[in-house]
């Protein structure tokens, strides 16, 4: 598993380039026209560099797991009905659901092997995403995936109180594979995995998630 360090910097997810390209365009300006303003807009880099990073993951090399969709903490393992929108029946299932800071890395990625069957987006309020309502009252969107036995699982980017901008970038009818990502969400924010009905998650609240790494649960318990 990956070692998540705060300060580690890599190469930036594609949503950067136009925070990039405009602080570039002020840090030019500043410097024709006021150094003051080059500092600002050279820090607004650092900064654009620092959130957007999207360093690579490996997935580990086991069948029938499914992994975490993000970075963060697990601030949530309950059994809860399934948003309406993800088309999961009105059975209660479990969720877990994991908060990332302003320090994690923010690229979402896919808990497991299957096929995009459904996206859902719906507009909501800007709360803190760390609380447990979150889910029901904020921004959000919606993929469902059904995996190879035809059981689904879905994940929820969540928007928060920063956040104001979910990126998805799969489209129903996508195969998609463990590991790979699938989405951004700018300037903290939750993602919330639900998990097929009868799996049990092994994760517990306050652990450390490692997008992409983290196994959240066995597909065969």
Known sequence: MAIVEPWQLSPPHPAARPFLIGAAILFLLGLLLAHWLAWLAFFGILIVLYFFRDPERTAPDRDGVLLAPADGHVVSVATTVPPAELGLGAAPRWRVATFLSI?????NRIPADGTITRIAYR????????????AATNEHNAVTIRLADGREIAVVQIAGLIARRIVCSVREGDAVVAGARFGIIRFGSRA??????????????????????????????
């Open 123 to 134: 507009h909501g309020r800007f709360r803190n995403a760390a609380d447990r309502d979150a």
């Open 103 to 107: 320090f994690n890395v923010h690229v």
């Open 192 to 221: 919330d995995l639900y998990l097929p009905e009868g799996v049990q998650p092994l994760v517990t609240e306050g652990q450390t998630m490692v997008g992409g790494e983290t196994v959240v649960a066995e597909l065969g318990r």
